[in-house]
Nanobody
Framework: QVQLVESGGGLVQAGGSLRLSCAASGRTISNLRMGWFRQAPGKEREFVASVSWPTGRTNYADSVKGRFTVSRDNAKNMIYLQMNNLKPEDTAVYYC???????????WGQGTQVTVSS
């Protein structure tokens, strides 16, 4: 099992930037697909971004393309989500996730709150 802990959330103004971090422990994430999800108030959890292995291919939800960037640092066993040009609709709890293959995420963090004010 891999344990995941998110950090970096907070309150920002619309148009601002924020970087989320996800620290993994228990095993290396170098051969795992890593992803970010979010859950806004009153809504279901939704996919935000992912980075695969071994190609490192990234994928993004249409709502965040061009604004968010997911990256991984295998040496530090961490992944990041750089969020630029934030909008109030980005307000949500953001979760880090890991899994062995596409569509399968079996490890989840506890989430970090991101609030974007108008």
């Amino acid at each position: 099992q891999v344990q995941l802990v998110e950090s970096g959330g907070g309150l920002v103004q619309a148009g601002g930037s924020l970087r989320l971090s996800c620290a993994a422990s228990g095993r290396t994430i170098s051969n795992l697909r890593m992803g970010w999800f979010r859950q806004a108030p009153g809504k279901e959890r939704e996919f935000v971004a992912s980075v695969s292995w071994p190609t490192g291919r990234t994928n993004y939800a249409d709502s965040v393309k061009g604004r968010f960037t997911v990256s991984r640092d295998n040496a530090k066993n961490m992944i990041y989500l750089q969020m630029n040009n934030l909008k109030p609709e980005d307000t949500a709890v953001y979760y880090c996730a890991a899994g062995p293959r596409l569509g399968q995420y079996d490890s989840w963090g506890q989430g970090t709150q991101v609030t974007v004010s108008s």
